[in-house]
């Protein structure tokens, strides 16, 4: 294995030792990829009564999730798919949100319920993700979700740290005896991150906002994933040469354009592979709660045989 930490090079065409611009690992033609596969399945299923059907809940006027939620329903047309978007004022009654979850609960139709974050804050958010059926959490963020995960038992992976690991899979890099370094603790990224990292074979480290070192962590790390939600947080020199890097951070700046948690100019230079923003966890986010949505399908078509 060569100092890219990378153990089959033939995925990385144009990495050397004598020019260290990284390979870019680019979500959108991964996503691309991988959805025209789900488009077949969703086809098949649907030919034997069984459409995949993803509700999703926006409750606000948040920019951001409106741009995720309309990107999550395109992404479903896309892939043949059914879904419904059911939209709220910021100041809902909750009772009327926990109603539609207990309707699409009961509803043949739908195998995926995802309720946007974040809620506003007269919600108890982990009380409506916990109203949604455990068949249905196709984000995998309710605790007995998260359960399974650590166990290693079967379960809905949540969606963003599912698209990391795509992208390793995709590239043929190896997890096994690695040194991985998560930055950001979240239930959504961070944790679940982290311990499909471990089950992968790495030896993880989780890093937030009162780690001692952050730049000495960081650049142990054969694979970094930034997840802090700050923006361009993560620079070159905190890289270790050669390390993969995950960016799942999405922060919009003054200008308006959109960057991730990891000063990408300065980091590609450094790394053998990195994820870009927006083109990098974005759409792989979207591409892999289709597969979630998908399997839940898969599931009830197998339960009708
Ligand atoms: N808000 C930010 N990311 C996510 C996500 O993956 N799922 C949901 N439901 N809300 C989010």
Known sequence: ???????????????????????????????????????????ELAAQGVRPGLAVILVGEDPASQVYVRNKVNGCAQAGFYSEKHTYAPDVDPKIVFDKIAELNAD???????????????????AVLDAISSEKDVDGFRAENIGALVQGQRCFIPCTPYGAMKFFEEAGISLKGKDAVVVGRSNIV?????????????????????TKDLKAN??????????????????????KPGAVVIDVGINRLPDGKLCGDVDFESAK??????????GGAGPMTITMLLANTLESAERVAAAKK
């Open 108 to 126: 043949p139709k739908i195998h995926g319920i995802l309720v946007q974050l974040p809620l506003p804050k007269h919600f108890d958010a982990e």
């Open 218 to 239: 960081c650049l142990r790390a054969d694979v970094l994933v930034a997840a802090i939600g700050r923006p361009k947080f993560i620079t070159g020199d905190m890289v």
């Open 269 to 278: 230079e450094v790394a053998s592979a990195i994820t870009p923003v927006p």
């Open 1 to 43: 294995m060569g100092k890219s930490g990378v153990e089959n090079s033939e995925p990385f065409p144009f990495f050397s030792e004598i020019n260290m611009t990284a390979q870019i690992l680019d979500g959108n033609a991964l996503g691309q990829k991988l959805r025209a596969g789900f488009k077949q399945k969703a086809d």
């Open 190 to 210: 961070g944790k679940p991150m982290a311990m499909l990292l471990m089950h992968a074979g790495a030896t993880v480290t989780i890093c937030h906002s009162q």
